[in-house]
């Protein structure tokens, strides 16, 4: 592995239950490395996004990251568009706060927009969007700061199935250009093999910790229909369905 980006060390995090929801979470990022969390529901795997943006109190433990927070961009499943703000204001908003001037910040929110596919949409309100082009909107949001590690909780589970794959193709091949740092939360077991190049499972909660963790043997660049077809997919694919299965196993719970 690259030299960490993100370290986390015996992580703790109790949201005031008698028991930890993270019971001593150890996870490392190599800088430019996709990894991806999975694990059964309500086994922690936001809290842990949340305990590294310091958005979450934890009891223990330790989260070092190589950059300043102000580097890191989150995106959540839910964008935060502001209704009464038009597209072009919305991206360009974080790159006011961060001081840059009016004309300057909007010019380069509608560079963004345009590598994102939405020239000519900078001046509709983001109830005037389909869930697909509010969801570009957000990622130029996201990008337009430019950061060095980007945090992703579920960001493309409301989208169907046809959308969902052509934008994290689109991402795919920012993040492989760039070489950017990502940690990504989600449920589809298929899409974190196809981003990632290492898989980490949680375990079951409450006192949940990466029970494995899978390194993906496919070299990049990938496509998200080619990198399918390759031998190591369904081997890793079934190795994931296995530990999910034994975490949940007697529960009654259904993954998904």
Do not use: C
């Amino acid at each position: 592995m690259a030299k960490p980006l993100l370290r986390v060390s015996d992580l703790t995090l109790s949201y005031g239950a008698p028991q930890p929801v993270l019971s001593g979470v150890d996870l490392q990022v190599g800088t430019g490395e996709f990894a991806s969390l999975v694990g059964p529901s309500g086994s922690g795997k936001s809290s842990v996004l949340r305990a590294v943006m310091k958005l979450q109190e934890y009891q223990s433990g330790e989260v070092a990251l190589a950059v300043p927070v102000q580097d890191v961009g989150i995106l959540f499943q839910d964008d935060a568009l502001l209704p009464w703000r038009t597209v072009l204001q919305n991206v360009a908003l974080g790159l006011r706060i961060r001081g840059g001037g009016k004309g300057s910040s909007q010019e380069r929110a509608q560079t963004w927009l345009e590598r994102m596919g939405l020239a000519g949409l900078g001046d509709r309100y983001p109830r005037e969007l389909s869930g697909g082009q509010r969801k570009r909107v957000a990622l130029a949001q996201v990008l337009a700061l430019q950061p060095r590690f980007l945090l992703m909780d579920e960001p493309f589970a409301s989208l169907d199935a046809i959308v969902r794959r052509r934008i994290t193709g689109e991402l795919l091949e920012w993040v492989e250009r760039e070489r950017l740092t990502v940690l990504m939360v989600t449920h589809d077991l298929e899409e974190a093999i196809s981003l990632s190049d290492t898989v980490h499972l949680l375990s079951r909660g409450p006192f949940a910790r990466i029970s494995a963790s899978h390194e993906v043997p496919i070299p990049r660049p990938r496509d998200l229909v080619g990198v399918r077809t390759h031998p190591a997919f369904n081997t890793l694919l079934g190795k994931l369905w296995q530990g999910l299965e034994q975490e949940v196993e007697g529960t009654g719970e259904v993954y998904a």
